[in-house]
């Protein structure tokens, strides 16, 4: 699960760098949590929960269903 959660973050990545900011995977839990660091702008904009949840999390799970949320950490 946790390769596949990073090849997703991998083709999110562009689209945060081009705002600036960036994402880091911390953790892949066994009970479905993953866990990233969001850096550079993304990490003080305002906007980084709609980014965390409606941008990242989104795509993550539509494509690893087995991910139940994603967290900053």
Known sequence: MRTKVKDILDKIRPALERD???????????????KVR???????????????KQ??????????PEVKKVIQV
């Open 20 to 34: 600036g900011g960036n994402v880091e995977l911390v953790d892949v839990t066994d009970d479905g949590v993953v």
């Open 38 to 52: 969001l850096t550079g702008a993304c990490g003080c904009c305002p906007m980084s929960t709609f980014t965390l």
């Open 55 to 64: 941008g990242i999390e989104r795509t993550i799970k539509q494509s690893v």
